[in-house]
């Protein structure tokens, strides 16, 4: 059985840092691109970064250029997103999410498996 789930988020002061967690089991995770993801009240799901096997990065969203990181351990089946200069607008529920393919996506719906999301609140 899959299971993706997501920690480490909370509230935050507004030029902060934080940095999200994302554990998979259940699943071959070097097989696996992993995405990052935020949806904020009344907004559409954004699709934020995303990261191979190999640690290449792919970047979705210019909001969070040069602000958030994405790194992954495939020996511990984690995947991190660093977030730097925290923002109000930063404010959003954030999700991971895996995909058994070579290739990363930008459209949600080609992630199967989802974690639960992890509610990040930044205060100004």
């Known amino acids: 059985q899959v299971q993706v789930s997501e920690s480490g988020g909370g509230l935050f002061q507004a030029g902060g840092s934080l940095r999200l967690s994302c554990l998979a089991s259940?699943?071959?995770?070097?097989?696996?691109?992993i995405g990052w993801f935020r949806q904020a009240p009344g907004a559409e799901r954004e699709t934020l970064l995303c990261?191979?096997?190999?640690?290449?990065?792919?970047q979705y969203s210019n909001s969070v250029d040069g602000r958030f990181k994405i790194a992954r351990d495939n020996a511990a089946n984690t995947a991190s997103l660093q977030m730097n200069g925290l923002k109000p607008d930063d404010t959003a529920t954030y999700y991971c999410a895996a995909r058994f393919s070579t290739d990363c996506s930008r459209d949600f719906a080609a992630y199967p498996y989802w974690g639960q999301g992890t509610q990040v609140t930044v205060s100004s």
């Open positions: 990261i191979y096997k190999n640690g290449i990065v792919a």
């Open positions: 259940g699943l071959k995770f070097e097989a696996t691109v």
